[in-house]
C-alpha cells in the first residue's frame, strides 16, 4: 500500500504564494506520473498539473507561468509552487500518483486546502 500525504495549504492574499509538498511513502517499488488535483465548492475535481517520471509537464491554461510542478524521486515527493495565488485558486488542492508495489495502482492523498482572499 502507498500513503500519499500533502503537507502545505493555507490561508494566502491575492498576489501570494504557496508551495504544496506530497510525500509517498509504503512499500514502493516505482513511481510513474504524479500530479495535482484540485477541487472548489460546487464543481468537479479538476487537473491542475502533471509530471512524468523523465519531468515532462503538463499544466492547465488556468495556471500556466503561476504554477510550478516539480518532484523529487529519491525522496518521492512531489511538489507544487503557486505563485501569483488568485481567489479562483481557492480549492482543496489532492495530490495523485502511479505507483508500483506488487502491482501498478493510482494513489490519492487526503487533500490539503488553499484559500486565497485578502
Known amino acids: 500500500q502507498v500513503q500519499l500525504v500533502e503537507s502545505g495549504g493555507g490561508l494566502v492574499q491575492p498576489g501570494g504564494s504557496l508551495r504544496l509538498s506530497c510525500a509517498a511513502s509504503g512499500r514502493i517499488f516505482s513511481i510513474n506520473g504524479m500530479g495535482w488535483y484540485r477541487q472548489a465548492p460546487g464543481k468537479q475535481r479538476e487537473l491542475v498539473a502533471a509530471i512524468t517520471s523523465g519531468a515532462s509537464t503538463n499544466y492547465a491554461d488556468s495556471v500556466k507561468g503561476r504554477f510550478t510542478i516539480s518532484r523529487d524521486n529519491a525522496k518521492n515527493t512531489l511538489y507544487l509552487q503557486m505563485n501569483s495565488l488568485k481567489p479562483e485558486d481557492t480549492a482543496v488542492y489532492y495530490c495523485?500518483?502511479?505507483?508500483?508495489?506488487?502491482?501498478?495502482?493510482?494513489?490519492w492523498g487526503q487533500g490539503t486546502q488553499v484559500t486565497v482572499s485578502s
Open positions: 495523485t500518483a502511479r505507483a508500483r508495489t506488487n502491482t501498478m495502482n493510482d494513489y
